[in-house]
């Protein structure tokens, strides 16, 4: 790679702005390296640790970015940022428990921020810690009555802690145009064999939702439990034709027409 360079390489500025150049032109090592020659001069921006770990991640270089969003949380501890980007990095990694210890950084540091709260629960959920996981979305809801993300984490630790009833309760108060809730009020309402509510739910999510295959496994799913064998096999048909790769679909298909 042929080294970016700058009219008065002494100025962090223009690296920065020679940076943001390459980052437009989708040069994202140029923009790297443009970002690195600013930190040398003025390391106290946060701003340009932020877009390198984002960088970074973005070339496909994971472990750079981690390293870089740890030694950015030690020199800006007041920024919330960098560790809820690593956080959302060692999820995305499956390091639930780890996640859930460094989110709980951000927490601290900004204890008002629904979204932090509700990634908290997230991560605690995958982590085996339902108890508190419910902790985390009832204190992010206290913030934000509204927060959707934080009402499906609820009702997914109810769940976990057995209290069904209690969880398929919860999705009420939520926003239920979010095809999300209805996703999860269908999935639970068959989970508590109340076929009835659990196919209205998946009715009314197939229609809000008509192309999302894993909607129509679920009215197949509904359909089957509630006895309808037909409407079973066509919901499955419609989710291999929106998903041919799915095996799961075709299994469930035979299985239906196994059962007329």
Request: hydrophobic fraction near 45%; charged fraction near 25%.
């Amino acid at each position: 790679m042929r080294k970016p360079k700058v009219a008065n390489p002494s100025d962090p500025v223009l690296w920065c702005k020679e940076a943001a150049e390459r980052m437009e032109a989708g040069d994202n090592k140029g923009a790297i390296y443009c970002y690195q020659e600013s930190l040398k001069l003025r390391p106290e921006v946060s701003d340009v640790w932020f877009n390198v770990g984002l960088l970074y991640e973005k070339s496909g270089d994971k472990n750079a970015a981690l390293g870089c969003y740890l030694t950015a949380s030690k020199m800006f501890p007041s920024d919330f940022r960098f560790p809820a980007e690593r956080a959302r990095m060692l999820a995305e990694m499956k390091h639930f428990a780890e996640a859930a210890e460094v989110i709980s950084e951000a927490v601290t540091i900004n204890p008002h921020s629904p979204l932090l709260l509700s990634n908290k629960a997230a991560y605690l959920i995958f982590s085996q810690e339902p108890a508190e996981a419910l902790e985390a979305a009832e204190a992010a809801l206290s913030i934000d009555p509204s927060y959707t993300a934080a009402f499906l984490h609820k009702a997914h630790a109810l769940l976990l802690l057995g209290n069904g009833d209690e969880a398929r309760a919860a999705l009420d108060e939520a926003d239920n145009s979010d095809p999300r809730v209805l996703k999860m009020k269908a999935n639970i309402s068959l989970r508590l064999q109340n076929f009835e509510a659990g196919l209205s739910a998946a009715k009314d999510l197939v229609e809000m939702t008509p192309e999302d295959d894993e909607a129509w496994s679920l009215l197949g799913s509904a359909f089957a439990y509630s006895g309808d064998s037909e409407g079973a096999v066509r919901a499955f048909q419609q989710a291999m034709k929106l998903n041919p790769k799915e095996k799961t679909y075709k299994a469930n298909l035979v299985a239906v027409k196994g059962m007329k």
